[in-house]
């Protein structure tokens, strides 16, 4: 099946620096996303790509799809203590149905 | 807040026993989607329903089974519990059948001892 390659897989980061992760698939995605879980809660979707080569903003994160379509970025400018948690990269399945299949998570520590 | 709903937020039980995960998706939705969260093997998609049809199977147990009901809420219904079922319980929904993005309710933490 699909899987997705996530690096890094932890990051300690001081206080207001960039953060930058990425998602790699051996097969192609159509869609990629970008969910953020907090300790003991559910994933919250943060941002969407839907296009080769498209860049997205939400706030501080910007991400982007893959010109090969088997990979995505994000990034965080000015990190902030707020911005502790797991992100994830995710991909629909082909097909009618979307189940999605998630990356393994970069862990984000923001030092003060 | 997402919208999406589930109940109980923790369970404790004991091995062999049966429990039922219940999901509201939010409102409009019809597509429900349930992940199983683990350490080891990190959020694998269950089972998808969509307006009260299976329509998706992932790596899901045969002791573990799944409805939708009419009025769209689902229920996770997991039997003869072992330990290695110990994990996070996440429903998720989108409004069609093939909309990417989902929304993930905050999840059921279930513990068998």
């Known amino acids: 099946g699909q899987q997705l390659n996530q690096s890094p897989q932890s990051m300690f980061i001081q206080e207001g620096e960039d953060v930058s992760m990425n998602c790699t698939s051996s097969s192609i995605f159509n869609t990629w996303l970008w969910y953020k879980q907090d300790p003991g809660e559910g994933p919250v979707l943060l941002i969407a790509l839907y296009k080769a080569g498209e860049l997205t903003s939400n706030g501080r994160l910007t991400a982007q799809f893959g010109i090969t379509r088997k990979d995505s970025f994000l990034n965080i400018s000015a990190s902030i203590p707020s911005d502790v948690g797991i992100y994830f990269c995710?991909?629909?399945?082909?097909?009618?149905?979307?189940?999605?299949?998630f990356g393994s998570g970069t862990q984000l520590t923001v030092l003060p | 807040d997402s919208g999406v709903t589930q109940t109980p937020k923790h369970l404790i039980t004991a091995t062999g026993q049966r429990v039922t995960l219940r999901c509201s998706p939010r409102?409009?939705?019809?597509?429900v989607y349930w992940y199983q969260q683990s350490l080891d093997q990190g959020l694998q998609f269950l089972i998808q329903y969509y307006n009260g049809e299976e329509r998706a199977k992932g790596n899901i147990l045969e002791r573990f089974s799944a409805q939708q009901f009419p009025d769209l809420h689902s229920e996770l219904n997991l039997s003869s519990l072992e330990l290695g079922d110990s994990a996070l319980y996440f429903c998720?929904?989108?409004?069609?059948?093939?909309?990417?993005?989902?929304?993930f309710g905050p999840g059921t933490r279930l513990t068998v001892l």
């Open positions: 995710a991909g629909p399945a082909s097909g009618s149905a979307r189940q999605l299949t």
């Open positions: 409102s409009g939705d019809l597509s």
């Open positions: 998720a929904s989108s409004p069609g059948v093939a909309g990417a993005e989902q929304f």
